[in-house]
C-alpha cells in the first residue's frame, strides 16, 4: 500500500495516483484512480490522515482544494490558466509546463471547490469535456469565476476531433499517434 491506498479497490487494479499539495507544495490528499485497462473507472479520493502517516479513503472538507493549487501558486498573474475536469487531464497539460487545475470530486462538484486563488488571474481557458456533465462543469465553474472579486478574462476552448465524452487528454493521445508516438495518457 503507498501511504494507505491500495493496491485495489472493489477488485480493480490501482492505475494511478494523483497528489494535492497546498500552497507550499506539501502533500494534502491523492486521488487514486482503480481500473481495469480503462473500463469502469473508480475515482477514490484519500484526504483524511490516520496514525499521522496513512490516508484513508474520504474527500476533503469543503472548501475542497484544487488540483494544481501548488502549480498555480507559483505561477505569475500573467500565466494563463487551464480549466480542466479531472486530475488525469490537468496532470496532463502540466507536464507540458501549462499551468492547469481541477476541482475535486468530478463534474458535479465545481461548487463544492475553493476557487479563490483564481481571483486577480489574468486569463483562464476553460477546456471541457466533450459531453453534457462535462459541459456542465465547465458552465458551473465559470458562473463561479465571474463572481469574484477580481475575476479573470474567461476563455472556452473547444477541441476539434474529440470523441464523444472525450477530453483534453484524447485530444493529446490523437496528436501523439499521428506522430508515432507512444503515450498511455498518464
Given at each position: 500500500?503507498?501511504?494507505?491506498?491500495?493496491?485495489?479497490?472493489?477488485?480493480?487494479?490501482?492505475?494511478?495516483?494523483?497528489?494535492?499539495?497546498?500552497?507550499?507544495?506539501e502533500p494534502i490528499?491523492?486521488?487514486?484512480?482503480?481500473?481495469?485497462?480503462?473500463?469502469?473507472?473508480?475515482?477514490?479520493?484519500?484526504?483524511?490522515?490516520?496514525?499521522?502517516?496513512?490516508?484513508?479513503?474520504?474527500?476533503?472538507?469543503?472548501?475542497r482544494p484544487l488540483f494544481g493549487l501548488d502549480v498555480l501558486n507559483q505561477a505569475d498573474n500573467?500565466?494563463?490558466?487551464?480549466?480542466?475536469?479531472?486530475?488525469?487531464a490537468a496532470a496532463a497539460l502540466q507536464s507540458f509546463g501549462l499551468v492547469a487545475i481541477t476541482s475535486q470530486g468530478g463534474s458535479n462538484a465545481a461548487h463544492k471547490a475553493d476557487w479563490k486563488p483564481l481571483n486577480g488571474r489574468e486569463r483562464v481557458y476553460l477546456l471541457?469535456?466533450?459531453?453534457?456533465?462535462?459541459?456542465?462543469?465547465?458552465k458551473a465553474v465559470a458562473a463561479i469565476l465571474i463572481n469574484l472579486v477580481s475575476p479573470p478574462a474567461l476563455s472556452m476552448v473547444r477541441l476539434h476531433?474529440?470523441?464523444?465524452?472525450?477530453?483534453v487528454v484524447?485530444?493529446?493521445?490523437?496528436?501523439i499517434n499521428e506522430a508515432l508516438l507512444d503515450w498511455d495518457g498518464f
Open positions: 500500500m503507498m501511504q494507505g491506498i491500495p493496491q485495489t479497490f472493489n477488485k480493480k487494479p490501482r492505475r494511478f495516483v494523483w497528489e494535492y499539495r497546498n500552497n507550499q507544495g490528499g491523492y486521488v487514486a484512480r482503480f481500473d481495469d485497462d480503462g473500463k469502469k473507472k473508480e475515482i477514490v479520493p484519500y484526504f483524511k490522515r490516520i496514525n499521522g502517516h496513512d490516508w484513508q479513503h474520504g474527500s476533503a472538507p469543503e472548501p500573467e500565466r494563463s490558466v487551464f480549466i480542466v475536469e479531472g486530475e488525469k471541457p469535456d466533450n459531453d453534457e456533465p462535462g459541459e456542465g462543469y465547465i476531433n474529440l470523441p464523444p465524452a472525450g477530453d484524447d485530444w493529446i493521445t490523437s496528436k
